[in-house]
C-alpha cells in the first residue's frame, strides 16, 4: 500500500539545496508541513518567518528523533553534506558527517516506519575508468574525492535498506547546480555559480578549472522538480532507487562565460586552475539519464542559454536593490 507524504523534515536546510527545496516543499505541501533543520542555530533572518525550523545535527540521531516525534515527521530529504572541495580539506570530518548522519537518517526511517527517504547523490560518484561522454547508469563507480566515497556507500546502504527492510529510499545523482539565491559553496561545480556573481559585481571573474572544462550542469528550478518529481512517484515503476542519473546540460567554462558575454560584452574571464581541476577532470562530461526518463517521466526544463539570462536578470536585480 502507498504511503502517502504528510509531514517532512528537511536536513540541511540552510545550504544551497536545502533552502530552496525547503521553499518548494511549502509551497507544494503547506508551510506547518515542512520541517527545515540545520546545524546552524538559526536560519537567516530572510528565512525566519517562513515556517518551522529546529538545529539539530545529522550526527546526533537523538536530536533527530525529537523532531520526528515531536512533528510526527513521515518524510524526509536528507540534505546535509560536506561538499567535494571542503571534503578534500578536511575528509575525516566528510565522512564522519555524511556517513553518519545517513545512516542515522536510514535507521530513523525504520525506527519511524516512514513513508519515504531521499538522499541525493552526486556525480561525484565516478571517478578513474568512467566513461566520460554520455556516462550510462550502471558503470564503474570509483570517486576521487572523499565525498564521492561517501556518496557512493550512501547509494549502496540506499538500495540495501530497500531489499532489506523495505523501506522506500530514493536517491538522484546531482551534476553541478546552479543557482542565483544562495552564493557558491565548496563544490568543484560552483564556479558556474561564482561566475555570474563576479560578472553582474565586478565584470570579471577568475576561474579555478580550465576553458575547456566541460562539466554537466542544472539549473536549481529543474534539480527542485526533479527531486520531489522522483519522491512522488509511483513505487512500482521504479526499477532503480538511491542512484538515478540526472541531466540537463553540459558546457564547458570557455562556453558559458561566452553565453554571459553574450549579454554582458564587457565582461572579462581569466583562467587560473587549481586543485579543483585533477577533481574536475575525474568527472563526466555528459550523462545518460535514460532511466529516470523512462521510470520517473524525467525532462528538464532550462537550457544553457535561458538558464544565462535568468540568472543574470535575478542578480542584476538584486544589486539594483541594493544600490
Known amino acids: 500500500m502507498k504511503k502517502e507524504i504528510r509531514k517532512v523534515m528537511v536536513t540541511g536546510a540552510l545550504g544551497q539545496i536545502g533552502s530552496e527545496l525547503t521553499a518548494a516543499l511549502r509551497a507544494r505541501f503547506g508551510v506547518e508541513n515542512v520541517i527545515a533543520t540545520d546545524c546552524r542555530p538559526q536560519p537567516p533572518e530572510r528565512l525566519m518567518d517562513r515556517g518551522l525550523f529546529h538545529s539539530a545535527d545529522v550526527m546526533d540521531i537523538d536530536a533527530l528523533e525529537r523532531v520526528i516525534q515531536q512533528h510526527d515527521v513521515d518524510t524526509i530529504f536528507h540534505l546535509a553534506a560536506i561538499l567535494s572541495a571542503r571534503g578534500e580539506r578536511n575528509p575525516q570530518?566528510?565522512?564522519?558527517?555524511?556517513?553518519?548522519?545517513?545512516l542515522n537518517i536510514l535507521e530513523l526511517g525504520l525506527r519511524h516506519e516512514m513513508a519515504r527517504i531521499i538522499i541525493p547523490s552526486s556525480i561525484a560518484v565516478w571517478g578513474k575508468g568512467v566513461p566520460l561522454e554520455n556516462t550510462p547508469q550502471e558503470t564503474v563507480l570509483k570517486p576521487s574525492t572523499m565525498y564521492g566515497v561517501t556518496k557512493v556507500c550512501g547509494e549502496l546502504l540506499g538500495d540495501y535498506y530497500v531489499k532489506h527492510f523495505g523501506l522506500d529510499v530514493r536517491g538522484l545523482r546531482y551534476p553541478g547546480i546552479i543557482s542565483h539565491e544562495t552564493p557558491p559553496g565548496g563544490g568543484t561545480t560552483d564556479y558556474a555559480v561564482a561566475i555570474f556573481y563576479d560578472a553582474v559585481a565586478k565584470g570579471k571573474y577568475t576561474c579555478f578549472v580550465r576553458e575547456d572544462?566541460?562539466?554537466?550542469?542544472?539549473?536549481m528550478p529543474d534539480a527542485i522538480?526533479?527531486?520531489?518529481?522522483l519522491a512522488e512517484a509511483d513505487f512500482s515503476s521504479l526499477r532503480h532507487h538511491s542512484d538515478f542519473n540526472l541531466a540537463a546540460m553540459s558546457f564547458s567554462a570557455g562556453e558559458?562565460?561566452?553565453c554571459i558575454k553574450k549579454y554582458l560584452p564587457h565582461f572579462e574571464v581569466s583562467y587560473e586552475p587549481d586543485y579543483h581541476q585533477a577533481i574536475a577532470d575525474s568527472w563526466p562530461r555528459s550523462i545518460d539519464d535514460s532511466a529516470a526518463r523512462e521510470e520517473w517521466g524525467w525532462k528538464p526544463e532550462w537550457d544553457l542559454d535561458s538558464m544565462t539570462q535568468e540568472m543574470l536578470k535575478q542578480l542584476q536585480a538584486r544589486n539594483a536593490n541594493r544600490e
Open 93 to 102: 570530518l566528510c565522512w564522519q558527517v555524511n556517513m553518519v548522519g545517513t
Open 213 to 219: 572544462t566541460v562539466l554537466p550542469m542544472i539549473y
Open 225 to 229: 522538480r526533479a527531486t520531489i518529481q
Open 256 to 258: 558559458l562565460a561566452c
